[in-house]
Each structure stands twice: as C-alpha cells, then as structure tokens.
C-alpha cells in the first residue's frame, strides 16, 4: 500500500516551466517521448559505445549496473539515471540513419551513395519519364564477392529469386538473387531494389 499526494497536476521544471505538452517551448517540434531532457554527455556517451559496436541491450546493461550503484550509495538521482531501452534505442536509429542517409533528398543521398560505390553498384536507373511512360527507380548491387560467388555456384546450376515488399520506409520492392552452395545452401548473389513490381 501507498499513500500518493499531488501537490501540483502539471509537470514543471525548477524554474516553474512546463516540463512536457504543448506549453513546453522547448519540445516543440520534437519527439519529447523518446530520450526526454537526457544530457548531451550522455547522448554522446551512448554515440561513443554505439561506434564501438555495443549493442543497444548491453548499453543498457552496463547503464542499470551503474545505476544501482547510485541507488545502493545514496546518491541523487537526475534524468540519465532513468533512461530505458527504448531511448538508446531511439538514438542508435538517429546514428544509424546518419551514417547512410547522405542528403535529405532521397534522389541525390542514393546518387551520392552509388558514385562512393560504383564496385558494387551494377545498375542504377532514377525515375522519369520517357514517351509518355513511367520509369521506375532501380538500383542493383552486388558486391565484388557476390559477383565470385555468382560465378562459382550460378555457373551452371540453379538461381532463385525471392521478393519482399513493405520492409522499408519508400515501401520499395526488394529482390534477392540467390544461388546455392555445395550443400544446398542459398548465397545472396546481388540485390534489386526497384519502385514498380515489373520492371
């Protein structure tokens, strides 16, 4: 059983701001529900280890162990104490995104990313227009061991080819080129990424 007592019905900062709403001046135009007023020292903290190839769940971990020895020292607690998986979570979209996203316009990002790749890029067609028909945008890739792979298990034998649709924010179609090893095993041998079913 516990006894809870509301002293005041809306969440204020120290200074008697609003802390959260639509009346926080601060948090408009930004997801304040995810990684809420979480210090800049430990956004980067996270950035540092995310760099380092933890994952979000052993970030977390590591983060609670601290957390507890807080807690078992008496110490105060502040906002980065509190923070849950879903806020690392949140900042490891932010720094994967940075890392492909090259401009805000997808056309020119995917045109940057293609000429920084062009041993892997074997196809690259942007949308448009030619006599009255619409032409889709698609990009094949395959990396320069797909294309070994593809010699050593598509030269004569059997190639398959699997689609998936709605697995990515455009809602592009994604096709796989598969071949099969010795043990009957599927190797991706390229990658199609296209706006229209048939190209």
Request: proline residues 3%; hydrophobic residues 40%.
């Amino acid at each position: 059983m516990a006894e809870i007592t509301i002293y005041h019905k809306a969440h204020t900062r120290i200074d008697g701001s609003f802390a959260h709403g639509e009346h926080d001046r601060e948090s408009i135009f930004h997801m304040s529900h995810y990684a809420p007023r979480m210090s800049q020292a430990l956004k980067d903290h996270i950035w540092a280890q995310l760099n380092l190839s933890y994952t979000t769940k052993q970030i977390y971990d590591k983060h609670k162990a601290i957390w507890w020895e807080h807690v078992n020292a008496g110490q105060s607690m502040t906002r980065d104490d509190f923070i849950q998986l879903q806020d690392i979570a949140y900042l490891d979209r932010k720094h994967k995104k940075g890392s492909w996203r090259l401009h805000t316009n997808p056309t020119i990002s995917i045109r940057s990313w293609a000429l920084q790749h062009l041993e892997d890029v074997f196809f690259l067609q942007d949308v448009g227009e030619i006599n009255g028909i619409q032409i889709p945008f698609t990009i094949g890739i395959q990396t320069p061991i797909q294309c070994e792979s593809m010699l050593s298990y598509g030269d004569n034998g059997a190639i398959s080819m699997d689609a998936t649709f709605g697995t990515n924010d455009m809602k592009f179609h994604l096709f796989t080129l598969m071949g099969f090893d010795d043990h009957c095993m599927g190797v991706p041998l390229a990658w199609i990424i296209t706006s229209r079913q048939t190209v």
